[in-house]
Protein backbone atom coordinates (compact mmCIF):
# COMPACT_ATOMS: atom_id res chain seq x y z
CA UNK A 1 0.00 0.00 0.00
CA UNK A 2 1.26 3.77 -1.07
CA UNK A 3 1.48 5.65 1.74
CA UNK A 4 -0.51 8.69 0.56
CA UNK A 5 -3.38 5.62 0.43
CA UNK A 6 -2.46 4.62 4.11
CA UNK A 7 -2.21 7.93 5.17
CA UNK A 8 -5.83 8.69 4.34
CA UNK A 9 -7.22 5.35 5.66
CA UNK A 10 -5.56 5.56 9.15
CA UNK A 11 -7.16 8.98 9.76
CA UNK A 12 -10.31 8.36 8.28
CA UNK A 13 -10.56 5.36 10.88
CA UNK A 14 -8.86 6.91 13.68
CA UNK A 15 -11.17 10.51 13.48
CA UNK A 16 -14.22 7.78 14.04
CA UNK A 17 -12.90 7.52 17.12
CA UNK A 18 -12.41 11.03 18.24
CA UNK A 19 -8.45 10.54 17.39
CA UNK A 20 -6.64 13.29 15.71
CA UNK A 21 -2.99 11.62 14.01
CA UNK A 22 -0.23 13.82 13.39
CA UNK A 23 1.84 13.60 10.12
CA UNK A 24 5.05 11.90 11.99
CA UNK A 25 2.46 9.20 13.99
CA UNK A 26 1.02 8.23 10.43
CA UNK A 27 5.04 7.75 9.14
CA UNK A 28 4.98 5.73 12.32
CA UNK A 29 2.61 3.61 11.73
CA UNK A 30 3.66 3.07 8.25
CA UNK A 31 6.96 1.83 8.98
CA UNK A 32 5.57 -0.42 11.76
CA UNK A 33 2.88 -2.23 9.08
CA UNK A 34 5.95 -2.52 6.54
CA UNK A 35 7.99 -4.19 9.89
CA UNK A 36 5.27 -5.92 10.81
CA UNK A 37 4.69 -7.34 7.19
CA UNK A 38 8.56 -7.90 6.40
CA UNK A 39 9.17 -10.08 9.69
CA UNK A 40 5.82 -11.74 9.14
CA UNK A 41 7.84 -14.01 6.31
CA UNK A 42 10.49 -15.04 8.97
CA UNK A 43 8.39 -15.71 12.06
CA UNK A 44 4.54 -15.88 12.61
CA UNK A 45 3.51 -12.51 14.54
CA UNK A 46 -0.31 -12.23 12.78
CA UNK A 47 -2.39 -13.87 10.60
CA UNK A 48 -3.77 -10.56 9.39
CA UNK A 49 -1.03 -9.67 6.56
CA UNK A 50 -3.61 -6.98 4.60
CA UNK A 51 -2.69 -3.39 5.29
CA UNK A 52 -6.29 -1.88 5.64
CA UNK A 53 -6.94 -5.08 7.89
CA UNK A 54 -3.97 -4.57 9.65
CA UNK A 55 -5.15 -0.49 10.30
CA UNK A 56 -8.42 -1.72 11.72
CA UNK A 57 -7.68 -4.87 13.46
CA UNK A 58 -4.61 -4.32 15.04
CA UNK A 59 -3.89 -0.29 14.53
CA UNK A 60 -6.91 1.61 15.40
CA UNK A 61 -8.68 -1.25 18.12
CA UNK A 62 -5.60 -1.21 20.04
CA UNK A 63 -6.00 2.84 20.67
CA UNK A 64 -9.51 2.58 21.38
CA UNK A 65 -8.43 1.99 25.18
CA UNK A 66 -6.29 6.07 25.03
CA UNK A 67 -9.14 7.68 26.36
CA UNK A 68 -9.52 5.69 29.50
CA UNK A 69 -5.27 6.01 30.22
CA UNK A 70 -4.74 9.09 32.11
CA UNK A 71 -1.76 11.40 31.57
CA UNK A 72 1.72 10.15 32.35
CA UNK A 73 0.72 6.82 33.38
CA UNK A 74 2.96 3.82 33.46
CA UNK A 75 1.41 0.88 31.58
CA UNK A 76 2.26 -2.54 30.96
CA UNK A 77 0.82 -5.04 28.25
CA UNK A 78 0.65 -8.31 28.79
CA UNK A 79 1.05 -10.87 26.04
CA UNK A 80 1.45 -8.44 23.59
CA UNK A 81 2.16 -10.54 20.65
CA UNK A 82 3.38 -8.03 17.38
CA UNK A 83 3.07 -5.27 19.99
CA UNK A 84 -0.64 -5.08 20.71
CA UNK A 85 -2.19 -2.97 22.17
CA UNK A 86 1.23 -1.59 23.34
CA UNK A 87 3.08 0.24 20.59
CA UNK A 88 0.40 1.73 18.95
CA UNK A 89 -0.66 3.52 21.93
CA UNK A 90 2.99 4.63 22.68
CA UNK A 91 2.82 6.22 18.70
CA UNK A 92 -0.15 7.93 20.22
CA UNK A 93 0.48 8.65 23.42
CA UNK A 94 4.00 9.70 24.13
CA UNK A 95 3.61 10.91 27.69
CA UNK A 96 2.87 6.66 28.77
CA UNK A 97 5.57 4.56 30.21
CA UNK A 98 4.88 0.90 28.73
CA UNK A 99 6.67 -2.05 29.36
CA UNK A 100 5.91 -5.12 26.81
CA UNK A 101 5.77 -8.45 28.07
CA UNK A 102 5.61 -11.73 25.56
CA UNK A 103 6.55 -15.36 26.32
CA UNK A 104 8.16 -15.60 23.01
CA UNK A 105 11.77 -13.93 22.69
CA UNK A 106 11.40 -14.18 18.69
CA UNK A 107 8.64 -11.54 19.27
CA UNK A 108 10.85 -9.27 21.69
CA UNK A 109 13.05 -9.11 19.04
CA UNK A 110 10.79 -7.84 16.68
CA UNK A 111 9.62 -5.29 19.46
CA UNK A 112 12.91 -4.20 19.86
CA UNK A 113 13.48 -3.76 16.62
CA UNK A 114 10.35 -1.90 16.33
CA UNK A 115 11.08 0.50 18.89
CA UNK A 116 14.80 1.15 17.81
CA UNK A 117 13.78 2.01 14.17
CA UNK A 118 10.65 4.06 15.40
CA UNK A 119 12.27 6.17 17.70
CA UNK A 120 10.58 5.20 20.65
CA UNK A 121 10.92 6.67 23.81
CA UNK A 122 10.34 5.09 27.48
CA UNK A 123 9.25 1.52 26.29
CA UNK A 124 10.61 -1.76 26.84
CA UNK A 125 10.17 -5.38 25.77
CA UNK A 126 10.53 -8.05 28.63
CA UNK A 127 10.80 -11.85 27.71
CA UNK A 128 8.89 -13.67 30.09
CA UNK A 129 5.20 -15.19 30.96
CA UNK A 130 2.79 -13.79 32.51
CA UNK A 131 2.83 -15.35 35.86
CA UNK A 132 6.61 -14.69 36.70
CA UNK A 133 6.50 -11.56 36.15
CA UNK A 134 3.12 -10.75 38.34
CA UNK A 135 5.60 -12.37 40.73
CA UNK A 136 8.78 -10.05 40.37
CA UNK A 137 8.91 -7.66 43.31
CA UNK A 138 10.28 -5.23 40.61
CA UNK A 139 7.32 -5.07 38.68
CA UNK A 140 4.67 -6.32 40.68
CA UNK A 141 1.81 -4.07 42.02
CA UNK A 142 3.73 -0.78 40.35
CA UNK A 143 1.57 -0.39 37.55
CA UNK A 144 -1.38 2.59 36.95
CA UNK A 145 -2.78 0.07 34.49
CA UNK A 146 -2.38 -3.52 32.82
CA UNK A 147 -3.73 -4.14 29.94
CA UNK A 148 -4.47 -7.46 27.22
CA UNK A 149 -5.48 -8.29 23.75
CA UNK A 150 -7.23 -11.57 23.20
CA UNK A 151 -4.76 -13.51 25.46
CA UNK A 152 -6.93 -15.64 27.94
CA UNK A 153 -10.62 -15.76 29.55
CA UNK A 154 -11.14 -13.06 31.99
CA UNK A 155 -10.94 -14.89 34.70
CA UNK A 156 -7.12 -16.44 33.59
CA UNK A 157 -6.34 -12.74 32.26
CA UNK A 158 -7.50 -11.44 36.11
CA UNK A 159 -4.45 -13.84 37.28
CA UNK A 160 -2.18 -12.31 34.59
CA UNK A 161 -3.28 -8.63 35.63
CA UNK A 162 -4.30 -7.68 38.70
CA UNK A 163 -0.90 -8.47 40.70
CA UNK A 164 0.63 -5.97 38.55
CA UNK A 165 -1.92 -3.05 39.43
CA UNK A 166 -1.37 -0.74 41.78
CA UNK A 167 -4.18 -0.39 44.43
CA UNK A 168 -6.20 2.11 42.77
CA UNK A 169 -4.93 1.18 39.64
CA UNK A 170 -7.16 -0.36 36.46
CA UNK A 171 -7.03 -3.79 34.55
CA UNK A 172 -7.87 -2.38 30.88
CA UNK A 173 -9.11 -6.23 29.15
CA UNK A 174 -9.69 -6.14 25.61
CA UNK A 175 -12.43 -8.32 24.35
CA UNK A 176 -14.56 -9.69 21.46
CA UNK A 177 -18.22 -9.73 21.06
CA UNK A 178 -19.77 -12.29 23.27
CA UNK A 179 -18.61 -11.67 26.78
CA UNK A 180 -21.45 -12.23 29.34
CA UNK A 181 -20.75 -15.65 30.31
CA UNK A 182 -17.20 -15.47 30.87
CA UNK A 183 -17.83 -11.58 32.88
CA UNK A 184 -20.04 -13.68 34.95
CA UNK A 185 -17.47 -16.87 35.50
CA UNK A 186 -14.49 -14.58 35.97
CA UNK A 187 -16.74 -12.20 38.81
CA UNK A 188 -14.98 -14.29 41.63
CA UNK A 189 -11.66 -14.28 40.55
CA UNK A 190 -11.53 -10.69 40.10
CA UNK A 191 -12.38 -10.17 43.45
CA UNK A 192 -10.24 -12.44 45.48
CA UNK A 193 -7.08 -11.04 43.38
CA UNK A 194 -7.80 -7.39 44.81
CA UNK A 195 -10.40 -5.88 42.01
CA UNK A 196 -13.64 -4.91 40.54
CA UNK A 197 -15.61 -4.42 37.03
CA UNK A 198 -16.15 -1.09 36.79
CA UNK A 199 -17.25 -0.54 33.42
CA UNK A 200 -17.81 -2.55 30.56
CA UNK A 201 -17.86 -0.79 26.69
CA UNK A 202 -19.24 -2.38 24.12
CA UNK A 203 -19.17 -1.02 20.75
CA UNK A 204 -17.87 -1.62 16.81
CA UNK A 205 -14.56 -1.34 15.20
CA UNK A 206 -15.33 1.89 12.68
CA UNK A 207 -16.55 1.16 9.29
CA UNK A 208 -17.44 -2.35 10.23
CA UNK A 209 -19.34 -5.20 11.63
CA UNK A 210 -16.79 -6.06 14.24
CA UNK A 211 -18.22 -5.77 18.00
CA UNK A 212 -16.27 -5.19 20.84
CA UNK A 213 -15.64 -4.97 24.44
CA UNK A 214 -13.43 -3.06 26.82
CA UNK A 215 -13.81 -4.28 30.51
CA UNK A 216 -12.17 -1.87 32.87
CA UNK A 217 -11.41 -3.37 36.32
CA UNK A 218 -10.45 -1.26 39.25
CA UNK A 219 -8.13 -2.74 41.66
CA UNK A 220 -9.57 -2.04 45.21
CA UNK A 221 -7.01 -4.23 47.15
CA UNK A 222 -4.19 -5.40 47.58
CA UNK A 223 -3.48 -9.21 45.61
CA UNK A 224 -3.09 -11.89 48.09
CA UNK A 225 0.47 -13.27 47.61
CA UNK A 226 -0.40 -16.46 46.25
CA UNK A 227 -1.22 -15.26 43.02
CA UNK A 228 -0.38 -15.47 40.09
CA UNK A 229 0.16 -19.20 40.62
CA UNK A 230 3.26 -20.79 39.07
CA UNK A 231 3.20 -21.14 34.98
CA UNK A 232 0.79 -22.74 33.48
CA UNK A 233 -1.91 -22.91 35.98
CA UNK A 234 -3.81 -19.70 35.40
CA UNK A 235 -4.96 -21.56 32.13
CA UNK A 236 -4.80 -24.94 32.90
CA UNK A 237 -7.19 -24.54 36.11
CA UNK A 238 -8.67 -20.92 36.01
CA UNK A 239 -10.06 -19.69 39.56
CA UNK A 240 -13.85 -20.46 39.93
Same mark, same amino acid.
Request: no cysteine.
Given at each position: ?????????????A??????????Q +?????????? @??????????T?????E????????????I?????????? +??????????G??? !?????????T?????????????????? @?????????H???????????????????????????????????? @??????Y? +??? !???????? !???????????????????????????????????????????K????????A !?????
Amino acid at each position: MLKQDFSKIMQEYAKEINILLEEKQ +IEQFYSYMEL @LIEWNEKINLTAIIEPEEIILKHFIDSITISKYINKNAKL +IDIGTGAGFPGIPL !KIIRDDIEITLVDSLNKRINFLKEVINN @LELKNIEAIHSRAEEIGKNKVYRETFDYATSRAVANLSTLAEYLIP @LVKQNGYV +IAM !KGANIEEE !KNKSQNAIELLGGKIEEIEKFQLPKSDINRNIIKIKKVKATPTKYPRKAGMPA !KEPIL
